[in-house]
């Protein structure tokens, strides 16, 4: 069974940088795409990047883009979620994702099927 594991989330002042990783400990699946959401209360969860595990593709929201950047270490199945000039619209809990959605739907959080636990980024100002 895949279990996805995050780490890295934290307090943080607004301007700095956090680096999220997430791991699948079984290491027994291959899925196409992993991605990262973000989710504040009672509001729906958001997606923030995402990566093809075959060819690099990677994709971001538009909030993100240009500050975020999002990778794979395939040897350690790991995915990473660098994250600069953080915001407090940037504090949410962040969750990992694993699938295999359909180009389109990249950025839905249905079309993703294991997800982690979350972890916890606050940003103050």
């Known amino acids: 069974q895949v279990q996805l594991v995050e780490s890295g989330g934290g307090l943080v002042q607004a301007g700095r940088s956090l680096k999220l990783s997430c791991t699948n400990s079984?290491?027994?699946?291959?899925?196409?795409?992993m991605a990262w959401f973000r989710q504040v209360p009672e509001k729906e969860r958001e997606f923030v990047a995402a990566?093809?595990?075959?060819?690099?593709?990677?994709f971001y929201s538009t909030s993100v883009k240009g500050r975020f950047t999002v990778s794979l270490d395939k040897t350690k199945d790991t995915v990473y979620l660098q994250m600069n000039s953080l915001t407090p619209e940037d504090t949410a809990v962040y969750y990992c994702?694993?699938?295999?959605?359909?180009?389109?739907?990249?950025?839905?959080?249905?079309?993703?099927?294991?997800w982690g636990q979350g972890t916890q980024v606050t940003v103050s100002s």
């Open positions: 994702a694993a699938g295999n959605p359909i180009l389109s739907a990249t950025m839905t959080s249905g079309a993703y099927r294991v």
């Open positions: 990566i093809r595990r075959s060819g690099g593709d990677t």
């Open positions: 079984q290491r027994t699946a291959n899925y196409r795409n």
